[in-house]
């Protein structure tokens, strides 16, 4: 799937599917560890009460959150992105509903400023207008990751035992978008270690499974 540079919202999937697919991805790097240390300190993909996290801890960093029912914001940053130098400066929460967290998002993430953000509701995409010359916001570099499902399975495939028999990569992740995965069918199909060599942890990616909802309701997954 292409994604424009700068994005457009016509580019990102409906958000329950960029939720199944980031989701998914995240449970499979969790760890009891990591549940339990501050975002601060956190890389890589997880879930937690703010919603759902990618930081390389250098070149981008991405959450998405629930906000309520059919609303969800998508914020971060990219290092491929021309906002934060533009001039004049681009407000990217300039006209963003009333429902936005304004305040955290203003904040940013652990003291780093925003500079891409899109929104969710009454069933589209939306963000504020680029000026004409902007060249990039980074929602390419640092999303394409999860907006395209091809680049999901490769990732998913990538951590499956091939020795072992069982659903595919592709059915696997149709589960998932559809909420309705089976961890154990997941698990039966993954390698010892995750995708960092380490021990791959069962009880904590199942934890992460459920809270992001992929095994079951969506609309309770637990992230506030």
């Known amino acids: 799937m292409t994604v424009h540079r700068p994005g457009s919202p016509e580019d990102l999937p409906?958000?329950?599917e960029l939720w199944a697919r980031w989701a998914l991805l995240?449970?499979?790097?969790a760890?009891?560890?990591g549940e339990e240390r501050p975002p601060r300190f956190r890389t890589g993909r997880w879930i937690?009460?703010?919603?759902?996290h990618w930081d390389d801890c250098g070149c981008t960093w991405w959450v998405l959150s629930k906000e309520g029912e059919g609303r969800f914001v998508l914020y971060g940053e990219d290092e491929a992105s021309g906002i934060k130098s533009?001039?004049?400066a681009i407000d990217v929460l300039a006209g963003g509903p009333d429902w936005l967290p304004r305040e955290e998002l203003r904040d940013g993430y652990e003291d780093r400023e925003i500079d891409c953000a899109y929104w969710y509701e009454n069933g589209v995409w939306a963000r504020v207008p680029y000026p004409d010359d902007l060249d990039d916001?980074?929602?390419d570099c640092g999303m394409s990751c999860f907006i395209d499902r091809g680049e999901v399975l490769v990732g998913l495939t990538s951590q499956l035992d091939d020795a072992v028999a069982g659903p595919s990569a592709d059915s696997l992740l149709a589960d998932a978008e559809a909420y309705r995965l089976e961890p154990q069918k997941l698990l039966q199909r993954l390698g010892p270690t995750n995708r960092y060599d380490e021990p791959l942890d069962r009880p904590?990616?199942?934890r992460a499974l459920a809270r992001a909802g992929l095994?079951?309701?969506f609309a309770a997954a637990d992230t506030r």
Request: proline content about 11%; cysteine-free.
């Open 48 to 52: 937690d009460d703010r919603g759902l």
């Open 26 to 29: 995240a449970a499979l790097e």
């Open 137 to 139: 916001d980074g929602l």
């Open 215 to 217: 095994t079951g309701d």
């Open 31 to 33: 760890t009891t560890e």
């Open 204 to 206: 904590a990616l199942v």
């Open 86 to 88: 533009y001039e004049p």
């Open 14 to 16: 409906p958000p329950e």
